[in-house]
């Protein structure tokens, strides 16, 4: 089995930043792929930012040139760097680990963006 624990959501005002952080423990498939989802209240799940295990990033449209996904794979942690954020950025961030075809998800952490 495999855990993931995320931290750094909160509330923070337009055009604000956030640091997101995701550490994997357990039986973790050396080769992976790590990376940030989200869900807004009447959306449907939607990829904000992956990247692989040799450190190619993969962003969703709505992010690019604003996010930049990094990981640390001695630490088995995922951080998602969140710029110039706006309202529509609203939502639960998930992360994901997905290794040896399957694939594993975070409890999830608020991210508000409100003035």
């Known amino acids: 089995q495999v855990q993931l624990v995320e931290s750094g959501g909160g509330l923070v005002q337009p055009g604000g930043s956030l640091r997101l952080s995701c550490t994997a423990s357990g039986s973790i498939f050396s080769i992976n792929t790590m990376g940030w989802y989200r869900q807004a209240p009447g959306k449907e799940r939607e990829l904000v930012a992956r990247?692989?295990?040799?450190?190619?990033?993969d962003y969703g449209d709505s992010v690019k040139g604003r996010f930049t996904i990094s990981r640390d794979n001695a630490k088995n942690t995922v951080y998602l760097q969140m710029n110039s954020l706006k309202p529509e950025d609203t939502a639960v961030y998930y992360c994901?680990?997905?290794?040896?075809?399957?694939?594993?998800w975070g409890q999830g952490t608020q991210v508000t963006v409100s003035s």
């Open positions: 990247i692989t295990w040799g450190g190619i990033p």
């Open positions: 994901n680990l997905f290794g040896s075809s399957s694939d594993y």
